[in-house]
């Protein structure tokens, strides 16, 4: 298996809508189990599960991880899993949860500006299990 370590850039800042686009987690890359840049994998199943709860629940856009207030909220998404897509007929490179994210006006200069060029949601980690 190759491991590869990337980073997960934003797609498309629409400044008119005040929308920021693209994947918010990566399950998998040209069919590969993708590893974030602190060697972290998020399964598809997992992945799902997260951002129902995520949906369900948060919706809220933090700045760069901070705890202060919200800076805006998760507006779309879309879990994109190798099953999701093949049902639906899509042709993808990735898997993952899509996102539209609108953020609060100084985050989104950030964005438009290219000072944010990723996205930071929030989450935290159970459990690890060892997968031989």
Known sequence: ???????????KVDSDLGLVLGFAIVCKEDGEDYFDLQGDHIPEDAMLKASTDFMKNSRLARDMHTAEDESGQVVFAFPLTTDIAEA??????????????????????????GTYTGFSIGGQRVEDEEVD
Not at 89 to 94: A, F, L
């Open 1 to 11: 298996m190759t491991i590869k370590k990337t980073y997960v850039k934003v797609e």
């Open 88 to 113: 639906l007929g899509i042709v993808t490179k990735k898997t993952g949860l899509i996102i539209a994210m609108q953020p609060d006006k100084e985050m989104l200069a950030k964005f438009a500006d």
